[in-house]
């Protein structure tokens, strides 16, 4: 069996699940991508964006330019800031509604729709269908996911050829700050092979289909990728910007607080306060389901990008690490209530899911520890900006259809 060997700048190392690489210096692929922002000529590539999208201007002003995918957290903000007030383009913004909705998220999305005067149209499926994907995806591949990232990732295709707008921006593709494996120069594009390789952990809708005989055809349908021949048809194509601009998400997001009043809050298991604070799940459960199935928890994420940018020294994010992937997981019983199992049957789930990857499900700890003086100076240190709190003293409960903040 091949042994894994870490990457001497970041806390990753050749085990990861995306899939990395580490070059006769010992550096990972991902701190080799981050390098090329310094010496890549970021005017030269905000020109090349502005030529690009020159094709895609609308003449008549009642038509959109563009779709923007956005949700209440991630890069949202930040995307429509670029697409609407630095290219002037005009976006029609998509979002695809995966029911874990925190006030917060509903607030930051009514709160885009204000602040960059757009449409926005909302994808619910039939939560009924949803839950029996989520029960297959959970118990076979161990993921509670799968129908969040396939649906935000083909809902905008879709949109492309019904609406007829070919081009779809989005941030960052997910080896950016992750794993690199492209080079800013490749100006990788968001296609069906880079979404089911990237994205969906090599599982498409009609592989799904195929493998598991509790779903069906109609069950499906609303995941299905576009067809070759219909997204030829409408010219589709998907860039990402972090291409074209040199990409930070934490100076980003701080900027978008300034300027646009976005909210952020903390979370038990990681220190990371902008990114996912949309969904009660992502930094709880799934979470927890990801450093069950691969060693690595959302933190080490978040810490080897605060090592790439210069903000943290390798031990200093690997004693945020420590600290953080054991903390408890929290709001898990609104989970359990939405997909109606007990936690007795999730907890067999756990269990299974541990023993497959042979890690020990008992490992998580209850109690909150406390945080050493070490935690505590690098978290001042770094100073995520913490303006709200992911539930704004509303009751705790999933906002299924969001109707918006007056
Ligand atoms: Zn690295």
Redesign the pocket.
């Known amino acids: 069996m091949e042994t894994s060997s870490q990457?001497?700048?970041?806390?990753?190392d050749t085990s990861h699940p995306l899939g990395?690489e580490?070059n006769e210096k010992g550096?990972?692929?991902?701190?080799l991508i981050h390098e090329e922002k310094d010496y890549l000529d970021w005017d030269q590539r905000w020109n090349d964006l502005l030529d690009l999208v020159k094709d895609y201007k609308c003449k008549q002003k009642v038509k959109y330019d563009c779709i923007v995918p956005v949700s209440g957290a991630n890069d949202s903000y930040f995307i429509l800031h670029i697409v609407k007030n630095k290219l002037n383009l005009n976006p029609l913004v998509v979002t695809y509604n995966k029911y874990f909705n925190t006030p917060i998220g509903i607030k930051n999305l009514a709160n885009l729709r204000t602040k960059f005067d757009v449409d926005v149209l909302i994808q619910n499926i039939n939560p009924t269908i949803v839950k029996k994907i989520t029960k297959t995806t959970l118990f076979e591949l161990g993921s509670m996911y799968w129908p969040c990232i396939a649906g935000q990732t083909v809902f905008p295709v879709q949109t492309s050829i019904r609406y007829n707008i070919p081009l779809i921006i989005w941030g960052a593709h997910q080896g950016l700050e992750q794993v690199g494996m492209f080079s800013h120069l490749h100006n990788v594009e968001m296609t069906r092979r880079y979404r089911k390789d990237h994205d969906l952990m090599g599982m498409e809708a009609d592989d799904m289909l195929n493998t598991f005989n509790t779903l069906s055809e109609e069950d499906m349908c609303q995941y299905r990728y576009p067809s070759d021949s219909d997204l030829r048809k409408a010219g589709t194509r998907g860039i990402y910007l972090g291409n074209y601009i040199r990409w930070d998400p934490k100076a980003q997001h701080e900027k978008m607080i300034k300027l646009y009043g976005y909210e952020s809050a903390s979370f038990n298991r990681t220190f990371e306060t902008y990114d996912h604070i949309d969904c009660y799940n992502y930094l709880n459960i799934h979470d927890y389901l990801k450093y069950l199935k691969t060693g690595f928890s959302k933190v080490t994420d978040h810490a080897?990008r605060e090592?790439?940018h210069g903000r943290l020294t390798k031990p200093q994010a690997k004693s945020l690490v420590s600290y953080y992937e054991n903390r408890n997981i929290q709001n898990q019983n609104l989970f359990y209530d939405w997909l109606g199992v007990d936690e007795n049957s999730f907890n067999f789930i756990l269990r299974k899911i541990a023993e497959e990857n042979n890690r020990d499900p008992n490992n998580i700890e209850i109690s909150h520890r406390k945080k050493n003086k070490s935690v505590s100076n690098n978290l001042m240190k770094l100073d995520y900006k913490i303006n709200s709190s992911i539930n704004r003293d509303k009751k705790t409960q999933y906002i299924t259809i969001g109707k918006g903040y007056p």
């Open positions: 990457c001497s700048r970041c806390l990753y990395l580490i550096i990972c692929s991902g701190c080897c090592i790439r």
